[in-house]
């Protein structure tokens, strides 16, 4: 007979702590007496227990013990208790958005509290008996927040406008909250770009983002050497601890190796980076494509005369080099019912609509007719050379000619063949859509490009064992597809059709994609 709760004394009393078994809130019992669990009571989600016992933390199922002790949970009516912190702006306007779509949908009556500055919750009860059913907790604050609330366990969903960084996947992996740069652990909700924005009498109406750098660190201190008035640039961004002025370091400043000036004028909320330069024609900030106001937005553009103005399709298609995917983290443990059923709701079509609603980019694919992309075309001629020539041009859009590109595209990490986070979600997208039979008896072509350094020939080899690799991901994660209803093929067409200037690692990292079009 195993008898858990002597084990546990035994080792507690050999390290002196034999008081503190006292201290412990529960006792899970197997129901033929034979295994107990004594511990803190960590979390329920409604079906498993999660213990901190001696033997370390311990998911327990429910259906099979009984449990004794001041800290065991209700079990008729159980109330759903999800603690989420981090992102300000995905607290205060995304999550209720959706979570009030969610309830309005599932026959819940929801409720808003404030408990205090920064902290509020939404209660969700049974329409009719009025039972609460599930507590959603939030911490609106900021990424750097979010992240160490989830290490301390003291969050169950960390909110953030960057991806996690190596030392706080790290350090939760240490904690035994799973990979967090894995998959599994984490979801892109919504999709926003960063945008540089002026006044609106401000002359300049683009720039290039080797250009943005560099007046960020410095380098560039005058509009005159952007073609502007004589006149001092005034720069202005989010606080430091916001997630979305770390994402500009991270996709902005880091390539173009370059750290941020010191004395830039930074803000805590977007309406007053947004007021600040409106007021001033001198000013530049770097704002939420969700919120522009009435400032001017300037066009990205490079050396080659290329642009890439931003936009819903744009940012959806990542064409557009400055993304600002917005982030949800969670660790690796179950989360209650009603939160899994909240997420997987997040995912599907009408949260979509409430997303675009909220002024937020959405992930719904869109087809895009071949007619209607005029300027890919133009730069697709405008490249031919001794390396791609007319010829080259001329076969891939024979191979592309009645067909739709969907706006679900891949793209991948600066120097390496993984994909960035939001190609990663694109994979569990279009997997999703394929199980669901939306592509049934149609053809799904995946189509290589590349950048235009090195040999032409190596360039859409490598482009084409690309499309390859992100076929086999998409199948894989398409687990219930039917394969006889499936039509994959996989192309490439290297350098041929460029979306920007290959003199800057933002241009080469946009042309190396993988496009997915439908026939």
């Not at 412990?24 to 034979?34: P, R």
């Not at 991806?163 to 990979?179: H, K, Q, S, V």
């Not at 679900?408 to 063949?417: C, D, L, M, V």
């Amino acid at each position: 007979m195993l008898r858990l709760r002597a084990a546990v004394c035994a080792a507690l009393s050999v390290f002196g702590f034999a008081g503190a078994v006292w201290a412990q809130d529960v006792t899970l019992k197997s129901h033929d007496g034979d295994v107990e669990i004594v511990g803190t009571l960590l979390g329920f989600d409604g079906e498993f227990y999660r213990v901190d016992s001696v033997y370390g933390e311990l998911t327990v199922d429910g259906s099979g013990v009984t449990c004794e002790g001041p800290g065991c949970p209700n079990l008729i009516n159980y109330v759903a208790d999800i603690s989420i912190s981090g992102s300000d702006t995905m607290a205060e306007v995304l999550m209720p958005a959706l979570l009030e779509a969610f309830a309005l949908r599932n026959g819940y009556g929801i409720e808003r509290q404030d408990v205090a500055e920064n902290r509020f919750e939404y209660h969700l009860s049974q329409r009719g008996s009025g039972e609460l059913r599930a507590r959603f907790r939030f911490h609106a604050n900021n990424a750097d927040e979010g992240f160490a609330d989830l290490l301390a366990d003291e969050a169950d969903i960390a909110m953030s406008l960057r991806e996690i960084r190596p030392a706080e996947a790290a350090l939760g992996y240490e904690a035994g909250l799973g990979d967090m740069s894995d998959t599994n652990r984490s979801r892109v909700l919504a999709l926003d770009g960063m945008v540089p924005i002026v006044a609106a009498s401000n002359p300049i109406s683009s720039i290039s983002p080797k250009q943005l750098a560099e007046i960020y660190a410095g380098k560039i201190n005058n509009w005159n050497a952007l073609g502007g008035p004589n006149a001092p640039i005034s720069t202005h961004l989010a606080a430091v601890t916001s997630g979305f002025a770390q994402a500009v370091e991270d996709q902005l400043m880091a390539p173009a190796n370059m750290p941020l000036r010191e004395d830039i004028a930074r803000h805590d909320r977007g309406v007053a980076l947004l007021s600040a330069v409106q007021r001033d024609p001198f000013a530049i900030g770097i704002a939420s494509f969700a919120n522009t106001s009435n400032a001017k937005v300037l066009t990205l553009t490079g050396s080659c005369g290329f642009s890439l103005a931003a936009s819903r399709r744009t940012i959806k298609t990542e064409d557009y080099p400055l993304n600002a995917p917005m982030f949800l983290y969670f660790p690796a443990r179950r989360l209650p019912k009603l939160a899994r059923d909240f997420l997987t709701y997040t995912r599907g079509p009408s949260a979509q609509v409430v997303i675009r609603r909220a002024g937020f980019v959405d992930q719904t694919s869109e087809e895009i007719p071949i007619n209607m992309q005029g300027d890919r075309l133009a730069n697709a001629v405008s490249v031919a050379s001794d390396d791609v020539t007319f010829s080259d041009t001329q076969e891939m859009m024979t191979a592309l000619s009645g067909k739709k590109r969907l706006t679900t595209s891949f793209r991948f990490q600066t120097g390496s063949s993984r994909l960035d986070a939001q190609s990663r979600s694109n994979v569990h997208q279009l997997a999703r859509a394929i199980e669901a039979g939306r592509y049934d008896a149609k053809r799904l072509f995946f189509v290589g490009f590349s950048d235009g350094e090195g040999p032409a020939k190596i360039n859409r080899n490598i482009a084409l064992k690309r499309a390859e690799a992100v076929r086999n991901a998409v199948l894989a994660a398409a687990e219930t597809a039917n394969p006889d209803r499936l039509l994959l093929e996989t192309s490439a067409f290297g350098e041929a059709m460029p979306m920007a200037c290959d003199d800057t690692s933002w241009g080469r990292q946009v042309n190396r994609r993988v496009e997915i079009w439908v026939e």
